[in-house]
């Protein structure tokens, strides 16, 4: 597949935003995964977040021949969903998925039926996305178009814009660009709300390898502006692969948060996840360490 809209800055904001505490809301996590010689999985998990009761799942996942997949889900809160998509995309153009989910409680008044067709069509170096995800009394579209283009020095630069259309709400605009090289990725970016009310969201990121360890650490740093929360916050990372089977990461903004992740994977059927976040301005507070714990088997 060519470069969607997703793909910009993508790297940049995994390292700073994504697999921390702040974001996965929980403080341990357990899944066991059991997968059988047909390619059948079945996935039960506990898991335990700050001041909230426990919670747990069986997710069972069940492969199709024609590259499609079913999987059915049900938790201690009593959801229950089934799933129908694709693997990959049909043709390299097409991506249909449809979700049905309910509530043990009360199977026709929760029911819920979700639609979903991901479009990718590329030429001459740009990508056109449309995703088309709906329910019977919402429909929502979404479109992204991203040209790339070789600028010399075996860099690479990309624009991208994307857009929502949903129905009676304010309409949000994406738009970014990247500067690609064997040394660094810079990306530019903003998101915009418009209609009745008005936000934007702003900034500049960088990612890229350290000379001295191309392959094995990543540096990473994003500069953003929120203009509905008059806030600027700044965010530094890094990350680093200790072997085939051990990579850390870490990352510190201007509001004082610090992220640590440490990956394991102890071997072919276990791996653990520790993930702990430090809010350096309220130390002295008990609540200010948060941590999470991730085993999968």
Known sequence: MATLYKDLGKDANDL??????????????????????????????????????????????????????????????????????SVGYLRNSFKPSLEISTSSENLVNNLKIKQTVDFAASWGGATLGVTIPSTFSSPAYNASLVTSRAIGFDSVGAIGVETDFTSGKDIPLNLATSFITPAVTATIFGNFVIGKAYSSRYGISFYGPVASAPLTTFIGSELQYDSEGKATQLSIGASHKFSSSINVKARINSRGIFGFVYSRKVNELLSLSFLADLNLREASNPNSLRYGVKLTV
């Open 16 to 85: 700073l935003n994504k697999g921390y505490v702040e974001q996965e809301r929980y403080n341990w996590k357990v899944e066991l995964t059991n997968s059988s010689a047909s390619g059948v999985k079945i996935t039960p998990t506990i898991s335990k977040a700050q001041d909230q009761p426990l919670n747990g799942s069986i997710k069972t996942v069940v492969p199709f021949r024609n590259g499609f997949n079913s999987t059915v889900t049900f938790d201690l809160k009593n959801l229950l969903k089934f799933e129908v998509s």
